[in-house]
């Protein structure tokens, strides 16, 4: 008998520890607060508001009010020479992974371009005396994955902004996801102060 109400109450218990789980994440996401000077990295600024969401591997999170996403992620302590190193790593990795390409096993077919860069903006690159900035445009899923550019798999456009400030020696690598639907955004969403 005590075994049987033993088993009942962990029973009650693992529900109510789920609820409070569940009560927590709901109320942590819903009471996003503007984005504030504390939360931002104190380097950049954004042109347009958003609320923060979390902290993620390293990046921070916010929502804006169209649905967007934005992640910044900041590198601090690099020189001149090892950001134009690190920018040019990304980008011929982010250009190559958008080349058609063959099958790697015998028989080679050929895959067709895993994204037609048509579709996309053109690179820009902006430089000034205080800092550097890369732009581009690319189209994502709706886990945030760069690549596929098919109207099945890809709900989000985005703009991704690498940009260096000399003054405070960081790297920052910021994405802003949008729906698909929108035009492109040309302005970088983020400069130096």
């Known amino acids: 008998m005590k075994s049987g109400s033993v088993i009942q109450q962990s029973r009650w218990l693992r529900v109510l520890i789920s609820l409070v789980g569940v009560g927590f994440l709901t109320t942590s996401a819903c009471s996003s607060r ?5 939360k931002i990295p ?7 508001v958003f609320r923060f969401i979390r902290t993620d591997d390293h990046r921070q999170l916010y929502s804006g009010p169209r649905g967007e996403i934005l992640s910044v992620h900041m590198v601090s302590g690099l020189s001149p020479g090892e950001f134009g190193v690190e920018s040019k790593r990304k980008r011929a990795m982010l ?5 058609p390409s063959s099958d790697p ?15 996309l903006p053109p690179w820009q690159e902006l430089e ?4 550097y900035k890369i732009v581009a445009g690319l189209f994502a899923t709706e886990k945030f994955v760069y690549g596929s550019c098919s ?7 985005s703009q991704l902004l690498w940009l260096y ?3 405070e020696r960081t790297f920052y690598d910021i994405r802003l996801f949008y729906p698909r639907s929108e035009p492109w955004r040309d302005s970088p969403i983020a400069d130096c102060n």
């Open 34 to 38: 503007p984005l504030s000077v504390e």
């Open 42 to 48: 104190q380097g950049i600024r954004v042109t347009e």
């Open 95 to 99: 250009e190559w992974f958008l080349k």
């Open 105 to 119: 096993y015998f028989g080679t077919k050929e895959r067709g371009p895993t994204c037609d860069v048509t579709q």
């Open 128 to 131: 000034s005396a205080a800092n």
């Open 151 to 157: 109207d099945k798999n890809d709900v989000f456009k």
């Open 165 to 167: 400030c000399a003054k």
